[in-house]
């Protein structure tokens, strides 16, 4: 069994600052160790239930904050910036399942602890078929397009709640509750990492079941409204081929696609576009 790990670092347990996951800042080195733990807590529990293959794609700011020889499960690992499917970066359909690991919410959840949905400095919702998603809901499409289900995601509550319309099938390890965007009452890492642990098992184990996984209850054609934090950073959006502008409100834009993993691509050139603007 084949598992695809895509972690971020904002959703684990005991991070609550910008400071505490920017390379380059004083305490991310102790940081980046609780989400290596979080990482290999995921796959030691995956492993429990059976899975015996491991990628995972580093999907946090520069995507190099894991230390590859210290990944359990002699699990591949995915690095470095540039990537054309961003997030979902070496997902396709020999997987069995996906994991979001060290997920967080997005920019209109709240409370959610370093709630952002891709660009912070130019995004401020983003609803996938009328509900509000963050990013684990908007890479449940890659998931959709190469057949693969998602079951488990790990963060805050937040972030739980907000992949459910999506992926009601996954499993889910809360290690924090938000109390604002800047603080949260985390588990102890040790306590954070065994749940990890055994939600991740228990996703496996379901998974070798006679039933098989939901894939993402996404409805196709899929329509992404993206709502931009002002009307210049909308209007260049709509430069991209697939995006429109939408009727009656200048801050946002659509996109419709019937391809998932093509209404994804178009999202992360929108992302970049717009993300070396709003700097």
Not at 35 to 63: C, K, P, W, Y
Not at 180 to 189: C, T
Request: hydrophobic residues 40%; negative net charge.
């Amino acid at each position: 069994m084949k598992i695809f790990i895509s972690s971020d670092m904002e959703g684990t347990a005991g991070v609550v600052d910008w400071s505490q996951c920017r390379p380059g800042q004083p305490e991310y080195d102790r940081y980046r160790g609780l989400l290596q733990a979080e990482v290999n807590a995921a796959i030691e529990g995956a492993r429990t239930g059976g899975a015996r293959e491991f990628l995972v794609n580093d999907s946090h700011s520069t995507m190099a904050n894991l230390h590859p020889e210290q990944l359990a499960g002699r699990a591949r690992y995915l690095s470095g910036r540039h990537k054309p499917l961003y997030m979902m970066q070496g997902l396709d359909s020999s997987f069995d399942a996906v994991f979001f690991v060290s997920y967080h919410g997005s920019m209109s959840g709240s409370p959610a602890t370093l709630s952002h949905t891709y660009n912070p400095l130019a995004i401020s919702e983003v609803r996938l078929n009328g509900v509000v998603a963050g990013e684990s809901g908007i890479n449940a499409l890659v998931a959709l397009g190469h057949g693969v289900p998602v079951l488990l995601v790990t963060g805050d509550r937040t972030t739980a709640e907000e992949l459910r319309p999506f992926c009601p099938g996954a499993m889910s390890a809360v290690v924090k509750e938000s109390v604002s965007r800047f603080s949260a009452d985390s588990l102890h890492p040790e306590d954070a990492r065994e749940e990890i642990r055994t939600a991740a098992r228990r996703a496996v184990k379901a998974l070798t079941s006679s039933a098989p996984a939901p894939l993402p209850a996404i409805e196709l054609p899929a329509t992404l409204t993206v709502r931009m934090r002002n009307p210049d950073l909308a209007e260049m959006a709509t430069w991209i081929n697939g995006v429109a502008a939408h009727p009656g409100d200048p801050c946002t834009v659509t996109l419709t696609d019937e391809d998932p993993i093509r209404l994804y691509r178009t999202f992360v050139t929108v992302v970049l576009l717009t993300r070396g603007i709003a700097e």
